[in-house]
């Protein structure tokens, strides 16, 4: 088993820039892939990033791709999502998930690819 808990959500404006943690314990070698996924209010939860193992591989969602940056350290157990120009439509509960395999894009993004998930985080975006 693997837990996971996030933080670092809050209130920003549009334009700003917030990071999100997520830190692993128990079986950390079963969260070879951790990834951030989001929910808005009365949507689904929709992927945003992933990242593997080493770091060296990683995907978006077209929706973040040049705003949002996804890493990782191991030695800490820590993944991190940075987001930069932070824009109303990015107000969501930002959920973390691991998952002991790496994933293509293809099915990387998919809720059911993951058996761990956190509690969330909060962030709002105001305009």
């Known amino acids: 088993q693997v837990q996971l808990v996030e933080s670092g959500g809050g209130l920003a404006q549009a334009g700003g820039s917030l990071r999100l943690s997520c830190v692993a314990s128990g079986r950390t070698s079963s969260s070879q892939t951790m990834a951030w996924f989001r929910q808005a209010t009365g949507k689904e939860r929709d992927f945003v990033a992933a990242i593997s193992w080493s770091g060296g591989s990683y995907y978006y969602a077209d929706s973040v791709k040049g705003r949002f940056a996804i890493s990782r350290d191991n030695a800490k157990n820590t993944a991190y999502l940075q987001m930069n120009s932070l824009t109303p439509e990015d107000t969501a509960t930002y959920y973390c998930?691991?998952?002991?395999?790496?994933?293509?894009?293809?099915?990387?993004?998919?809720?059911?690819?993951?058996?761990?998930w956190g509690q969330g985080t909060q962030v709002t975006v105001s305009s």
């Open positions: 998930a691991a998952a002991p395999d790496w994933f293509s894009l293809k099915y990387g993004s998919r809720i059911n690819s993951y058996p761990y």
